[in-house]
């Protein structure tokens, strides 16, 4: 079924059965189209961002046991806080239905990963954990076809809920750059 792109000018159709040229051009078009339809039905970029920032955090005190001794309490920290974090986004792709509850423990982990490791991972760790985390949070499950969510706001391609959930994290990041670039003075 061809479908138009909400009846703007220059937009090209879309297709909603799978079919199109990756399916002619790729092996396993059926197993494509399942792993497709279980990875739309869930927070998927959202729990790969939580099991990224997890493993980021995991590289540094998984060296040999005598760089993890000498680490010491952070090292300790850095695994407990990176194995949680990676539970975490197999939370949000297995059990979607609890995103509210795992962002929100994601989010105070990923957090507190700045104080606790090395800087959260060098900050990388901890901005993909905050980015997972928020991005979870703000995800919302699509209706299935014939079902009718009164309090969802009708968006007709689908794209309002998608651009919250990637600008979010970005204006977080943006607004955190800004407001480290002032000058601090001493009050008098």
Known sequence: MLLTGGGRSGVRPFRTDGGGRLDRRLPWPDQRRVVRRWRRTRPFWAGLLLILGGAELLLIPLSPLTVLVSLGLGGIAALGIGIALVVAGLFLWLLP????????????????????????GFLVGMLLGIAGSAMGFAWTPVPQDGEEDPGRPRVRDGQGTRTLAVLLPVAMAAGLVAHGSGRAEAVP
């Open 97 to 120: 239905h609890t995103h509210h509850y795992v962002s929100v423990n994601a989010m105070i982990l990923s957090v507190l990963s700045f104080a606790a490791t090395n800087l959260g």
